[in-house]
């Protein structure tokens, strides 16, 4: 079992920046991608952000991408994603997820460990 507790997340202007947490426990952190997604208002939940647990490979959304950064740091167990360049339509709460089982890493349904989520709020 993993345990996800992220960190980070407030109230920012639109044009400033966050760093979202994710603290990692329990085993399986190791070997493992990570990933954010997010979910707004009346939205579905989307992809946001995907990392190997090597670091050979990053991806994300078209939206974010040139924004947003993810990355981690396996001595803490710890992924990272910072926001930059934030946009109200950013606003939503934020997930943590770890453990993809199989397919697609952008199919939330494909993660088998989610946080608890943190809120963004972007105001304009």
């Known amino acids: 079992q993993v345990q996800l507790v992220e960190s980070g997340g407030g109230l920012v202007q639109a044009g400033g920046s966050l760093r979202l947490s994710c603290a990692a426990s329990g085993r399986l952190f190791s070997g493992y991608s990570m990933g954010w997604f997010r979910q707004a208002p009346g939205k579905e939940r989307e992809f946001v952000a995907y990392?190997?647990?090597?670091?050979?490979?990053?991806r994300y959304a078209d939206s974010v991408a040139g924004r947003f950064t993810i990355s981690r740091d396996n001595a803490k167990n710890t992924v990272y994603l910072q926001m930059n360049s934030l946009k109200p339509e950013d606003t939503a709460v934020y997930y943590c997820v770890s453990g993809l089982a199989s397919g697609s890493y952008s199919r939330s349904s494909n993660w088998n460990y989610w946080g608890q989520g943190t809120q963004v709020t972007v105001s304009s």
């Open positions: 990392i190997t647990w090597s670091d050979t490979t990053r």
